[in-house]
């Protein structure tokens, strides 16, 4: 057989060997045995020498030209090989990905401690500071300095807990009022949000401690018309864009005009529900204008200032918002109600 | 005070444009809030009124009778068992489809083979009665057959229940809600009610001497004598509207003052004019430690601040609160002498707050009546018992007012209104607005108006009352949104972004938030063991505690946050991490202190990092451990402490820069086993503003190194006694530069070494800023913290 003929054959042999060829240790086999040292193509290179000259670069460059091929299909195999491999691999190590992640543990806020930092938020945006007081009051910033004087029935609204030397735990936040424009001149613009208490017995509906947030306005030329745009604004960010929102005259000692502020039932959105004792409205706020008693008694002329106060419960907020039946769960600190948050 | 006015009763004094329900929305918009409407035939609807035409025995029961009865278009036929029928008996009917106020439907049934298609009812069937009543209810005059029983009982209407606050003491009367409603309704006549009195010939000035001494304490003093008085029940219609009020009768003198209360909220009293001794009345006040028992039966023992109607033997009543008992009109009562007055609203409620005794009368002298109506509601009391009662009215009314009501009046500017409500209105509109609430009102020009309150409007005294008055009237629904702009920035204070940062640190470290009550028990202190001078037993002390379990205010954030663990292990919570951001309180000497603490607790943690069982311990330390790093608090150590509810040997006061900022520790095994929390738990507390002192947020970019950093491990075996911390100290000392970091990776404590002795592991960095560090630099350190630990702490090498 001369050369050409088994280079030919060569060529034949490696394309049948490849097709059986399924790992890459075959295909080195394969290599060996074809493009190797002692392999055949080598083998056929070494006879060369027993060729006519006109015979040798022809054989030479077809030899050259078959390793070279083989060398190609080889490479190309390998890489299909080893591509087949990684799927392979990475079939194997298919993980169910419905399988529970590793949960960093993370804390949960209190509910109203979400609507709490949701109002100061708002309020910032507005242009307010936070303004705080403490709970353990005097009589005069609870109640004389608000315009209520002792023996007046306004005192009967809420039932106070009493503490030695004529101390009183705050029945409202409205104090911070008091505090506020003691220390600061007009222009003011506060809120102050923070714990209250009033001797009301434990039920669904009531506990002796609860939130309230206060905020206050004074300016010149502060009107009627500029709370309810800030209300507005309240209740919007709070209860959503659609709801509704009225305002009623009511009475607090240390206001005048008063206020009580309704918005459209949160459930039956004014048709009449349970929760909103079949009116359609809920209370959410009290406001006014400042009583020009308070700021007299503040110090402040209300022929040249005027303000705009309100204060709302957070701790209702948090029920209305979270669907909360009782109030006392705020309190309980069940850990099923605290992941819910 | 919850007012009960009956809608039909109001009715009767002005012509109304709503509904029940269109009342009780106009009047809450106009800031009478109605808390609720009741229909007083709830339930009631379906009762009609029978005649029983024909009774037959039950052939097979003794107990039970067959009755027809006449429903007026159809007769039906009802098996009783009431002992009580009789032919021809008008009776309330439940029929086939009825649901009487029980609850209980109304079906055919077979009573013993009978059929029968309703139920004659009782009293308590119909809810008018809680007890059980012996026989079905029998109607009398006026029934007729196939009558709604509503409409027979007047129960067709219904009742607004208000609960008025301070400002409306003029709402406290029929008459006067019915001038607010005229004001609100824009129209309507007040039916003011009759009071035509056929006087008899003497002078009551002949039967009586009144003499007011303290003319503060009672402004204006009326009395009027009725003689010939015949006791016995008040008419029937008046009955019933008192009842509809929530008012119940007792004899048609009462009545009749009761019912005038309801008018002109004007309360009076009827003493029995025979047992005024000396025919003299004198209102004064009382002498110390004077006695009187009251209408109620109790004995009172008096002050001087206290006021009294007395004759010339002693008090015989309480002004203003409630009557004496000694002077009470009773069935025998004969001769009336009836009291209507003012008296000084402070006063009256001292008195009734001192006594305990709030009354309707107090009520409404406290919020103060009408001084200019007393006379006229003193004559229509007259009137109805000249009518009611058989009296004969004596000629005359002794009326003691020395300073005679001036109005007051109120300068307000149209400017102002417009500048306070947001709004543009001509000063005629606002005095149309205020004459419409019956105020009188001169336009002095320049927008000025000159505005007289009436006597009635107590709660208007200064131009911001007058204001809301135009507002309500305007409607405040109608005044425009605005806004005004902010002059500052808003924000937070320092304190407060800490307050917001330390509770996301917090959350973010795998603790829930809670709120827990300020108000405690001491109860929780004694179970803490708290030491007897321990400053934790400073409370502030609730003068009026609703009970024990808020008497005091808490003085640690921990006996709250045990509790709450306590409370969910209770409920099957195995592991729970919480924290608390809270003011504790002190009472000092005088001055009360608030503190802001920061706590937190942890059960059942599921990671024991150092097996030491000890994983809570270990997981609140971490917490704090990131927290102060965070707040860039570099000089915190742990010392081990003594706290009396924490394990001696778990226990650590927390320093910062040298001062104690709070205490962290496990709580003692038998506080556990009591509280029954099945797993360890562990607690801290954090004086929020002392450490607040040593917060450091400023950061200053150290530069990264770039040489390659040589790690190596170091595991020394020490007595057990030898403290973590002051191993870490030596190394750090000893590593002195090139130590870039070391840490504990490894603790063991067990049977694999001497008893008495712990294996600790760390891991070393060392690094250089300006090369590459040699094996030797290295290891030329590493010897000298070896031979450091052996000597000083008495360290064994373990093989590394």
Redesign the interface.
Known sequence: MDLKERLKKIELEAARALTDITDLEQLEALRVEFLGKKGRITEVLRQMGKLSAEERPQIGQAANFLKERLHNIIENKKTEIEQEVRVRKMEEERIDVTLPGNK???????P??RIS?QV?EL????????A?G???ENEYNNFEALNVPE????R??QDT?????N?L?RSQTSTVQIRTMAQKKP?I?IIAPG?V?R????DASH???FHQVEGL?I?R??????L???I??VVRAIYGQERLF??????FPFT?????VDISCIVCAGKGCRLC?ESGWLEILGAG?V???VLEMAGIDFKQY?GFAFGMGLDRIAMLKYGINDIRL???????F??QF | MMMKVPYSWLKTYIQLNYRAEELAEAL????M?VD?IEYRGQGLEGIVVGQISEIAKHPNADQLQICQVDLGPESIQIVSGAPNIEQGALVPVATVGVTLPNGMEIKPVKLRGELSYGMLCSVDELGFSQERAAGIMILEDGAAVGMKLIEYLELDDYILNMDL????ARCLGLLGLARELKAIQGKGKINWPVLELKETEQDISDLIQVEVEDVELCPRYTGRIIQGVKIGPAPDWMQKRLVAAGIRPINNVVDITNYVLMEYNQPLHAFDYHKIAGQKIIVRRAEQGEKLVTLDQQERELDQEILVIADQNGAVGLAGVMGGANSEVDEDTVDLFLEAAYFN??NI??TARKLGLPSEASHRF??GVDIEMVIEASNRAAYLIQQYAGGRVVKGLIDLYPQPFRPRQINLESELVN?????QLTAEQIAGMLKRLEFSVENEGNGVLVVTVPSYRNDVS????L??EV??LYG??N???????????????FK?NME?LS?EL??????????????TATEHYNRLRIPADSQLRDW???????NES?AV?RTSLIPGIIE?LA??AK?Q?GE????EL??V?F?GS?E?E?RLMLGGGSMGYHHDQWNTGAADFFFLKGILESYFLQLGLSTICYEPARVSYLHPGRAARINSAGREVGIIGELLPELIAELDLKKRATVFQLDFARLLEDVKLERHYQPLLRYPAVERDLAVMVKKEVNCAELLERIRKEGGELLKAVRLFDLYQGDQILPGAKSLAFKLVFQAADRTLRDQEVNQVFNRIVTDLEKRAGAKIRGN
């Open positions: 960093p543990r993370l804390g949960h806020r209190h109203l401690t930092d100061k309020f910032i945006g507005l242009g307010f500071t936070i705080e403490p709970e353990i023996h007046h029935p306004a009967d609204l807990f009493y503490l030695d030397y101390y735990l222009p613009r714990r208490y001797s009301d017995e434990l506990t002796p401690m306005v300016d030329g502060i009107s009627f018309s500029d309810k745009g800030t507005e604004l009225r305002f009623r005259p009511s009475y005048e005009p008063s206020a009580e004792s204008m009583h020009p008693n005027s705020l309190f309980e600190n069940d850990q099923r605290l992941r | 809450t918009m106009a800031g809030e609720e606050t301070p400002n409306y609203p402070v409620r001292k406290e919020r500048r306070l409500l947001g709004l200064r131009e911001a009352d204001i809301e507002a309500r405040y629904n005044i425009p949104l605005t806004r005004t702009e902010s002059k500052q920035q808003g924000g937070k204070t407060q917001d509770r917090m959350l973010s470290s795998g603790l829930d938030e809670i709120i827990n009550f300020s108000l502030v002390r609730i003068k009026n505690p609703l808020f205010l709450v409370n969910n409920r919570v729970m991490g919480v924290f809270g003011n309180y009472a005088g009360p608030e």
